[in-house]
């Protein structure tokens, strides 16, 4: 499932992230939702979020568990 729509991201799931640094490159950062940053319903580059570690990026893809 990809990361555009806000209603499908919760708080404490697994997911792939793009940070800022890493557009260029399209590396993945893998974590735990801590918050949602987007308060947009859908954003077309994936919902921003911060991982748990402090990270902050745009969701890519959910990993189903």
Known sequence: MDGKTRAHIKAGMLVNIILKKDQRSGILTEGIVKDLLTSA???HRGIKVRLTDGQIGRV?????E
Do not use: A, D, F, N
Request: charged share 25%; net charge negative; hydrophobic share 40%.
């Open 41 to 43: 319903p859908v954003h």
């Open 60 to 64: 890519q893809e959910i990993i189903e």
